[in-house]
Each structure stands twice: as C-alpha cells, then as structure tokens.
C-alpha cells in the first residue's frame, strides 16, 4: 500500500504511485523497470530522510499511519492483560496501563494513544491525557515497583489535555506528583518516545533509567506552533519552521544535550513505512535495556537515576 504522502514527498510519492502501477503490471520488461526504479525510490527516500528539518521531523512524528501503542503492543509485548480506572473519577483512554510479557522480563506497559478512526480518537482525546490518566498510571507503577517489575513507558502525546475540567480536577498537581514518584519508584524505568514528546504531558511518564526517541520522533517543552503563536503571534508555514529549528527538538539535537540516552533507527522513509520494521528495533532496544538494568541493585538504581536528571542543563 503506497503511504500516505506528507507535504514534502510529492516526488517520493510520485515514484511509489509509478512502482505500485507497475508491480501490478507484471512481465518482464515491467520487471526490469522495476527494479530499476526501486533503486531511485530508495536512494530519494535515503536523500529526503537524511536531510529532514525539524519541521518535516515534527510532520513525520504525526504521520497518519505512523505506529501507534497499540500497533506496537501487537508487535512487541505478549500477555497484555489492561488494567482500568483511577480508583476515583474515570478511565482516561489517552493513556493505557497493562501487565506484559516482553521476551523474558515481565513488565509494567505504559503508553499514550492517539487512535485510529474518527471515533477512538474521540474517545483518547487524541492522545491528550487528563489527570485521571496520570493517576492510573501512577497507582498501577506503584503496584509494579512494590514487586520490582520493571516499567516501560512508551510517549506518543502532543501535549496534556488543555481543557478548564482537567485543570479543576488537578492536571498540573499530577503531572508533577507523577514526575516526583518515577524518580523514585525502586524498579527499573525505560522510556521511549514512539512519536509525538509534548511538553508536561510527555514528561509525566517519561522520568526513567533510560529515556529514549525513535529516530523521527520529536520532544518538547512545546509544540512548534504553540512556540510560534506567542513568539510571532500567529503559527503559519513560515513561522511553525522557525520554531520547530529554535527548539532544537529533535532526536539528534536532544542525544547531544545529553537530555536522551538513545537514539533508536526507523526503517528508511520512517516508522509508518515498515511498522513491523521499526517495532522490532524497539524491542530490540528495549530487551537490551531492561536486560542491563535488572542487574542493578535498587541502591544503585536510584542512585545512577537520581544523578542522571540532576545534571541536566549543567554545563560547567
């Protein structure tokens, strides 16, 4: 199936709608040709997506079809078994908590998701989580950490829900008690940011012993066209660039500050071009991950975690 094209594709697009014609024309002169323009369809993509902007990081990020926690929960994990509710207002479907099996280790899941249809995107707020999210999450990790079960968050959020009932019901109290626990629940914590890192809401579950992007994905303080409506007053084609480029915001740039540990691959053209491709290089990661982290006492867990976050924006 020819992917869905993003704004900066038109000539990516061009040539998959051409090879899709002519794989289904047969033959061998078609089969010639083919080949053919197989070899110039994988050299632009290799050229496009080595040389993304922040902003066409950002479009990619959000691509339709890229892979969602429940894409990759059907990839990765066996033995899911979900847990609901807060235990005191609701259970927010933005944000999904569940016991799995990952390889040898048994693991605590914790995932945003966005949905699919019109529907379930209704129903996860698209992938904005409310305080009941946060309090969900934060009970089930606290069940985790009481029998050290490791606990592997995957961040797919543009940002917390903005609404006046999840800030009455206590959303930034939350996110901030959710940050304040995961630095130090005595369990081993692996985060990743599978798409979208936006601001408080990605934050308040992404505190871990390692805490990683997908190659394409990005992760902020804010979105680009937030940046931009209070920078410049308006979030057009011409500022939401300039933004996403002033917030240095992408995997690259976050590795350098030391902000990442890890920067884990996608499959040439990005994650929604090869799901499976791009999950089993996440569970590849995180199976190294977890295998190095059960090694550790719970002394020296919190120890190295404690360390890792109070150095960040040192630079002297």
Known sequence: MVPEP???????????????????????????????????????????????????TVEVSRHKQRPQFLDYLGLCFEEFVELHGDRAFGDDRALRTGFARLGEHKILLVGHHKGRTLKERQECFYGCTHPEGYRKALGKMRIAAKFRVPIVCLIDTPGAYPGIGAEERGQSQLIATSILELTRLPTP????????????????IAIGDRVSMMQHAYYSVISPEGCAGILWKTANDETKPRAASALRMTSRDLQQFGVIDDIIPEPLGGAHRSPRDAADALKKHLQRRLRELVSLSTEELLAKRYEKFRKLGQFA
């Open 6 to 56: 993003l704004p900066f594709e038109a000539d990516i697009h061009q040539l998959e709608l051409l090879l899709d014609k002519l794989e289904g024309a047969g033959g061998e002169g078609a089969s010639d040709e083919t080949r053919r323009m197989k070899r110039e369809h994988r050299a632009l993509l290799k050229k496009t997506y080595d040389n993304l902007s922040p902003w066409q």
């Open 189 to 204: 914590i692996v985060c990743v940011v599978i798409g979208e890192g936006g601001s408080g809401g990605a934050l308040g």
